[in-house]
């Protein structure tokens, strides 16, 4: 009767013992794949992060009066004026508003005391384009208009610029970008580009070619 007992009792244990590891195994799978996601979601969240350096300082002329001055029904109404009659219904995307500067061949400032803006453009009919602006601090001046294939703006093409960002020396941590154009000052023309820079004196320029974006190391 004892060792009826003892086996009875030595089963139930076993498959207690049984029961549990399958558990355990179970838990222990689960545990492996939500911290695999954990850690491809951190992954994930470090790479927004850095661009968020990137991003804040291209549209930090969003916090600016000209910003502000821009968005007043009377400007509303100037880039139907500004632009030519072929572009249909033009409206202002906001969003894509920041400081502007000019550069000449050696990257360095042509304008310094000057402050200028650019704010892109689309309209009804699939145009699109950008308006440069200047701002003396009670009005808004029409520097130029430009029409595009494209919207030439850092959003608008991210995806292709966090690539090529990849490919480079680039500090994401610290790198500051802005919205550029480049001039030949041997009079041979200009190009529109965003200028990417971080505390270790790297300096990439993304250009907005006719249908697409290229990047060029311009660290000395």
Same mark, same amino acid.
């Given at each position: ?96 508003? /920041? ?7 050696? !990257?360095?400032? +042509? $304008?310094?005391?000057?402050?200028? @803006?650019? =704010?892109? &453009? ?62 030949? /000052? ?7 580009? !965003?200028?990417? +820079? $971080?505390?270790?004196?790297?300096? @990439?320029? =993304?250009? &907005? ?12």
């Amino acid at each position: 009767m004892k060792k009826v007992l003892s086996l009875v009792l030595m089963a139930t244990f076993v498959v207690s013992l049984i029961g549990c590891t399958g558990q355990h195994s179970v838990s222990l799978s689960n545990a492996s794949s939500t911290m695999n996601n954990e850690i491809r979601i951190d992954y994930d969240d470090v790479n927004t992060d850095m661009m968020d350096s990137v991003i804040s300082s291209y549209y930090s002329g969003q916090s600016s009066r000209a910003f502000k001055m821009l968005q007043k029904s009377i400007f509303k109404r100037l880039v139907d004026h500004w632009t030519d009659s072929d572009i249909h219904n033009p409206v202002w995307n906001y969003d894509t508003f /920041t400081r502007y500067q000019t550069l000449d061949s050696d !990257i360095a400032r +042509v $304008d310094p005391d000057e402050e200028l @803006y650019c =704010c892109a &453009f689309s309209s009804d009919n699939g145009k699109f384009g950008y308006i440069v602006v200047s701002y003396d601090g009670d009005s808004l001046g029409n520097m130029g208009v430009v029409e595009t294939q494209y919207l030439y703006d850092l959003n608008a093409n991210i995806d292709d610029i966090v690539t090529k960002l990849k490919e480079t020396n680039i500090d994401l941590s610290s790198a500051v970008a802005s919205r550029v154009k480049m001039i030949d /000052t041997e009079g041979k023309g200009s190009v529109e580009a !965003i200028r990417i +820079v $971080d505390n270790y004196g790297n300096v @990439y320029m =993304c250009y &907005f070619d006719e249908t697409s974006i290229t990047f060029a190391d311009h660290t000395n």
